[in-house]
T-cell receptor, first 111, second 116 residues
Framework: GNSVTQMEGPVTLSEEAFLTINCTYTATGYPSLFWYVQYPGEGLQLLLKATKADDKGSNKGFEATYRKETTSFHLEKGSVQVSDSAVYFC??????????FGTGTRLQVFP | NAGVTQTPKFQVLKTGQSMTLQCAQDMNHNSMYWYRQDPGMGLRLIYYSASEGTTDKGEVPNGYNVSRLNKREFSLRLESAAPSQTSVYFCASSEGSPSLYNSPLHFGNGTRLTVT
C-alpha cells in the first residue's frame, strides 16, 4: 500500500544551522509528494511539492528533491530561523488515492 | 480572506454526549475533508466529500457522521462521544476532486476535542 515514514522528532537546532528532515515513501507507481508545515495553533499549510522523479520543490528557502532510486523526499534548509519552528509533515498521493501523511516531525529552533 | 473556518476551537464533552463540528470554506472548492490528528499517528482521514451531496468514508469513519450541506459547508457529527475520540480535528478543502492528485489541501485551524 501507500505509506510515508518520516524521522521522529523533535529536531532541535540553533539559528542558522542546516536542517534535514528525512522522509521515505512506499507506493506502487510514482506518487506525488508534498511537505506540509503546521505552525503552533494553526492548521497545515502546503510548503512545497514534487509530482515526478527528479523534480525539486522549493519554497521559503526549503527544498526537497523527489528521488525515485531511494524512494525519498527529504526536506532541507540551509539556514533555519526561529520562525521556522513548527511541525513538518511529509505526504504522498498516488493516482486517485487519498493523501497519506507521515506522523510529523517537530522542529525547534533556538536563537 | 477567511479560507477554511472551523467552529468551535475547543470543546469538552462527557462520554455519550453528542456534538457537531462545523466547517465552512469561501474558496469555492469542490472537495472537503475531515481529519483527526493524534500524537504519533499524523493525520488520518475520517470522511471526505468530492462534491455537494456526496460523502465517502476515509480511514477511520466509525463513530462519526458527516453532512455536506452545500458547497461551502461540511459538518462532522459525533452521536455518542467516547474517550477514544479525544483528538484535534481538522477540516480541509481542495479545488479539484479528490482524484486530482496534485491539488493541495487548505486546512482550518482545528478543533481540540476532549471527551471525559
Amino acid at each position: 500500500g501507500n505509506s510515508v515514514t518520516q524521522m521522529e522528532g523533535p529536531v532541535t537546532l540553533s539559528e542558522e544551522a542546516f536542517l534535514t528532515i528525512n522522509c521515505t515513501y512506499t507506493a506502487t507507481g510514482y506518487p506525488s509528494l508534498f511537505w506540509y508545515v503546521q505552525y503552533p495553533g494553526e492548521g497545515l499549510q502546503l510548503l512545497l511539492k514534487a509530482t515526478k522523479a527528479d523534480d525539486k520543490g522549493s519554497n521559503k528557502g526549503f527544498e526537497a528533491t523527489y528521488r525515485k532510486e531511494t524512494t525519498s523526499f527529504h526536506l532541507e534548509k540551509g539556514s533555519v530561523q526561529v520562525s521556522d519552528s513548527a511541525v513538518y509533515f511529509c505526504a504522498s498521493r498516488r493516482n486517485t488515492d487519498k493523501l497519506i501523511f507521515g506522523t510529523g516531525t517537530r522542529l525547534q529552533v533556538f536563537p | 480572506n477567511a479560507g477554511v473556518t472551523q467552529t468551535p476551537k475547543f470543546q469538552v464533552l462527557k462520554t455519550g454526549q453528542s456534538m457537531t463540528l462545523q466547517c465552512a470554506q469561501d474558496m469555492n472548492h469542490n472537495s472537503m475533508y475531515w481529519y483527526r490528528q493524534d500524537p504519533g499517528m499524523g493525520l488520518r482521514l475520517i470522511y471526505y466529500s468530492a462534491s455537494e451531496g456526496t460523502t465517502d468514508k476515509g480511514e477511520v469513519p466509525n463513530g462519526y457522521n458527516v453532512s455536506r450541506l452545500n458547497k461551502r459547508e461540511f459538518s462532522l457529527r459525533l452521536e455518542s462521544a467516547a474517550p477514544s475520540q479525544t483528538s484535534v480535528y481538522f477540516c480541509a478543502s481542495s479545488e479539484g476532486s479528490p482524484s486530482l492528485y496534485n491539488s493541495p489541501l487548505h486546512f482550518g485551524n482545528g478543533t481540540r476535542l476532549t471527551v471525559t
